[in-house]
């Protein structure tokens, strides 16, 4: 029996629960009707999403959830997928609808957990807008340990905000 307790106690990291899509939007926008809207970029919108966000695009197609109270657009989620070292990362960045990150939420991470982003790290994405200060050279402090995992949410973070600013007009 101790054994197996000491299996579940050294395995438990392994287990790290992340929150489901589902939850992720419910924390970013509490409260608010969602919707799944779906599109299909033309190439020039693919190039100026790119060109803006300093970072490669997976594709063309992108999902975005609305968020809306009584009618009213309050923010746009989007989960974003990529590679850190090897393996993926899925995170929601939930953006308001004047264009300033809300919220940064892991909702997978394949890469061993001790490469993950603490919660007080991500935070310092919240309220940062689509400019210059949205890099590990200026105002997000590299992440002592996990580079890649700084590296990648970062560009996530910037891709998610160019698609916003593309699809829905935010202002620079």
């Known amino acids: 029996m101790k054994q197996f307790l000491a299996l579940i106690f050294l395995a438990a990291p392994l287990l790290a629960a992340f929150p489901s899509a589902q939850e992720a939007l419910s924390l970013a926008f ?28 997976s594709g063309l197609w992108v999902v975005a959830y609305e968020a809306r109270r009584d009618g009213k657009l309050k923010g746009v989620g989007f ?7 090897t393996l993926n990362e899925t995170v929601l960045v939930a953006i308001s609808a004047e264009g300033h990150i809300q919220r940064v939420e892991v909702v997978a991470f394949k890469e061993p957990l001790e490469y993950t982003a603490k919660a ?52 620079p």
């Open 79 to 85: 989960f974003d997928t990529h590679r850190v070292r």
């Open 120 to 171: 007080a790290w991500i935070k310092q994405f919240e309220g940062r807008k689509l400019d210059a200060e949205l890099s590990q050279k200026k105002a997000i402090r590299p992440l002592s340990g996990a580079t890649l995992t700084a590296n990648a949410m970062t560009d996530a973070a910037r891709r998610s905000l160019a698609l916003h600013r593309v699809l829905y007009g935010a202002t």
């Open 30 to 57: 509490p409260g608010a009707q969602l919707t799944r809207r779906e599109y299909f970029l033309t190439e020039p919108q693919g190039r100026q999403v790119k060109d803006l966000a300093g970072t490669e695009l």
